[in-house]
């Protein structure tokens, strides 16, 4: 069972959390291409190795945590 710890909670089952997506990049400009935008908001890479995420503990505090996780063996990192 996959297990996010939550600083205010301490560890607890991912199904506690919702997910609230990954992290990106901030753009090197802010530009006016709507479709690169939309991909870079809500289109998820899912890239193997460590990546940040965002993650918002709904059956405990009401707050949100960003996390790294290693998605090859979907496991959470310090």
Not at 57 to 63: N, P, T, V
Request: charged share 30%.
């Amino acid at each position: 069972m996959l297990t996010i710890v939550c600083p205010n909670c301490g560890p607890r089952s991912v199904e506690a959390f919702r997910f609230g997506g990954e992290l990106p990049q901030p753009p090197d400009r802010l530009t006016a291409d709507f479709d690169r935008d939309l991909d870079r908001v809500w289109m998820f890479t899912n890239a193997d190795g460590v990546q940040t995420e965002r993650w918002f503990h709904e059956a405990g505090c009401h707050r949100w945590l960003t996390a790294q996780r290693d998605t090859t063996v979907d496991r959470f990192v310090d």
